[in-house]
């Protein structure tokens, strides 16, 4: 009979709620990737407008870009905020996905216990199994001799009576 797992449903539950959890953390990657990207186009802009300003010519614009300035870093601050609130989120989602990978690997190892185990009962019932086939077969090469035995004694008796 082959190896059965008893707890192999529990165990498929567990690797499939880790495997949603990966994607989960996966998507808070990307989320977080796209923050920082978010962040570093916004960098992008403030030293394009701080470039721009440099180059103006006409001082009355000069107030446009300061006010674009402070709205570029407010946007800035807001950007790097929102990021850390995303990785935040992906650090937990990560300390979830470490504790369901850890309850896969403990139930995979209470299997590979449980293979072993079976495993030497099994190899024991084949030892059991070929002790009783060797008894049986030593019982009866005994009882054939003894036969034979008891055949020659019969045949010698036989022989000196007559």
């Known amino acids: 009979m082959p190896f059965r797992y008893r707890l192999q449903k529990v165990l498929d539950f567990r690797i499939r709620k880790k495997e949603e959890q990966l994607m989960v953390v996966q998507k808070a990657q990307q989320a977080v990737y796209e923050a920082e990207q978010r962040i570093r ?6 030293q394009q ?3 721009n ?3 103006e010519r006409d001082f009355r614009m ?35 996905l470490v504790k369901l990978e850890q309850a896969v690997k403990v139930l995979e190892k209470h ?6 185990a079976y495993l030497e009962e ?8 070929f002790s009783e086939i060797g008894v049986q077969r030593f019982f009866i090469q005994s009882r054939e001799k003894e036969e034979e035995e008891l055949l020659l004694n019969s045949e010698e008796l036989d022989y000196m009576d007559e």
């Not at 299997?111 to 072993?116: G, I, T, V, Y």
């Open 41 to 46: 186009e916004n960098e992008l802009e403030i």
């Open 49 to 51: 407008t701080i470039q």
């Open 53 to 55: 300003k440099r180059n």
């Open 62 to 96: 000069m107030e446009y870009y300061d006010k674009y300035l402070h709205h570029l870093w407010d946007k800035a601050e807001a950007l790097e905020a929102e990021r850390q609130r995303l990785q935040s989120i992906l650090d937990e989602e990560k300390q979830k």
């Open 111 to 116: 299997k590979e216990k449980q293979k072993e």
């Open 122 to 129: 099994e190899k024991a019932i084949e030892l059991r199994q």
